[in-house]
């Protein structure tokens, strides 16, 4: 059983920065991608970026791309986000995700495990 947790949300204003971890435990997840997806209140979830198994390809939400930065460290079994020139539309609840295949990334259906979520909150 894979257990994903993620931690790093808070409240933050418009323009700040912040940094999103997602821990794995269970196996290590060092051979699979790595999502972040962020849900808003009434909204399906959507995708925010991916990373592959060696942390060489990535992909971004074109809402995203230029301020977000996905990574990974496969010895801590730990993917990031990286959150900069936060906006009040990037308030949701992010979550990370497994993604075995590395087929269809930016759908949700491809990812196996998820984590509970964290919350993410920009000010204006």
């Known amino acids: 059983q894979v257990q994903l947790v993620e931690s790093g949300g808070g409240l933050v204003q418009a323009g700040g920065s912040l940094r999103l971890s997602c821990a794995a435990s269970?196996?290590?997840?060092?051979?699979?991608?790595m999502g972040w997806f962020r849900q808003a209140p009434g909204k399906e979830r959507e995708f925010v970026a991916v990373i592959n198994w060696h942390g060489s390809t990535t992909y971004y939400a074109d809402s995203v791309k230029g301020r977000f930065t996905i990574s990974r460290d496969n010895a801590k079994n730990t993917v990031y986000l990286q959150m900069n020139s936060l906006k009040p539309e990037d308030t949701a609840v992010y979550y990370c995700?497994?993604?075995?295949?590395?087929?269809?990334?930016?759908?949700?259906?491809?990812?196996?495990?998820w984590g509970q979520g964290t919350q993410v909150t920009v000010s204006s």
């Open positions: 995700a497994v993604d075995r295949t590395f087929l269809s990334p930016r759908q949700t259906y491809e990812y196996d495990y």
């Open positions: 269970g196996r290590t997840m060092s051979t699979y991608a």
